[in-house]
Structures are given as structure tokens and as C-alpha cells.
């Protein structure tokens, strides 16, 4: 049984890709993308973290998404769709807990590629990297409880509610309810 984190995947930055979608590191210019979901409505009605008031916002969590790599405390990938090119989201480990193998993740499409099958194709290659690559024993989803596309997705892919917690989690003045999703890799469809 593989207890570590494999620490090799942080000397340089993997890339890969499924059948429509390329995973790419996130770069400095891809902050004009990362404001245009972190500035939408639909994209931050769920999403419990700082909404982004200016391309600024979006250069500091780039530098951030920077830092965790070379912190070796989490990795975000760009999502590329194939056809067009085009920059239509991002998906990664925002946290992980190298002693336990563990890693969050965290995700946003571009409301345009919703419906279309992107995430659930994206989570289930990062999550096939996280276990085969990376190491991982678990991983977990903070989901709002009143996101019910996130929280289908992350069933399709074999994520497992854990726990509902109640007024756990302070945002923006007020503290609200969260549902923890796991999957283990023999849960991964």
C-alpha cells in the first residue's frame, strides 16, 4: 500500500489531456479568463469564496494557484476545450494533506459549456491523475448544499456524500451549511 504523496509530479508541472479537453498549466495571461467565471452570477452563485471585482483579483489567485504548486500543497489545472482552443475552466487540488494522502477539489466551468458533459470528463481525469499519479487515497469536494449541479456531477463520478455539516463554514458575514463528498479510487467510475 502506497502511503506518500508522490512528490516527483511537483518537479514539473504535468499536462495532459481526455477526449475533448486539454490539461494545461494555468498561466499569467489566463487571469482574463479566470475573472470572466469568477465575476459571473451563475459561476459564483454557489461557489462560496470571493467573488473577483477586477482583472487584479483574478492576478492574485494566478500568483496564488502559483504558490500552492511551488508549495507543493496543491495543483490547478486550466481546461482547454480540444475543438476551439478555447480556455473554458479550471480544476484541481486546492488542499491537500500530503500525511493523509487527501486532496479537495476545487472546479469552475464557463456557464457556455455547461450541460455538455466538461465537468464530469474533468473531474474524472483529474481524479484518475490524483489516484495513478499523484498518490492519493481520497479525495474530497466541499459542496454548497444548494449546488445540485456540482453535487450530480460529483455522483456520476462516484464521489460519496460523507457529512453534512451545519453552519460550519463563515462566508461573507454569515455561516453557512456544507456536504463533504469523498471518493476512494475503488469508487471512481
Do not use: Q
Not at 479566470?34 to 483579483?57: A, E, Q, T, W
Not at 474524472?124 to 456531477?153: M, T, Y
Not at 458575514?173 to 469508487?187: A, C, M, R, V, W
Amino acid at each position: 500500500m502506497i502511503t506518500e504523496i508522490n512528490k516527483n509530479i511537483f518537479k514539473e508541472f504535468p499536462e495532459f489531456e481526455s477526449e475533448r479537453l486539454y490539461f494545461r498549466k494555468i498561466k499569467p495571461g489566463d487571469a482574463n479568463y479566470i475573472y470572466n467565471l469568477r465575476s459571473d452570477n451563475d459561476v459564483m452563485r454557489f461557489m462560496d469564496v470571493p467573488r473577483h471585482y477586477s482583472i487584479k483579483d483574478s492576478e492574485k489567485l494566478v500568483e496564488s494557484i502559483e504558490g500552492s504548486y511551488k508549495t507543493e500543497t496543491g495543483i490547478t489545472w486550466a481546461i482547454v476545450e480540444k475543438k476551439s482552443n478555447e480556455f473554458i475552466g479550471y480544476i484541481g487540488f486546492i488542499r491537500m494533506t500530503a500525511e493523509h494522502c487527501r486532496a479537495e477539489i476545487g472546479y469552475a466551468l464557463d456557464p457556455k459549456y455547461w450541460g455538455k458533459g466538461y465537468m464530469y470528463e474533468s473531474i474524472k481525469r483529474i481524479a484518475d491523475f490524483g489516484f495513478n499519479k499523484l498518490n492519493l487515497h481520497s479525495i474530497e469536494a466541499n459542496v454548497n448544499p444548494l449546488n445540485e449541479r456540482s453535487k450530480k456531477v460529483l455522483e456520476r463520478v462516484g464521489f460519496k456524500n460523507e457529512a453534512y455539516f451545519r453552519e460550519n463554514y463563515l462566508f461573507d458575514g454569515n455561516f453557512l451549511d456544507s456536504i463533504i463528498y469523498s471518493l476512494l479510487k475503488k469508487d471512481l467510475k
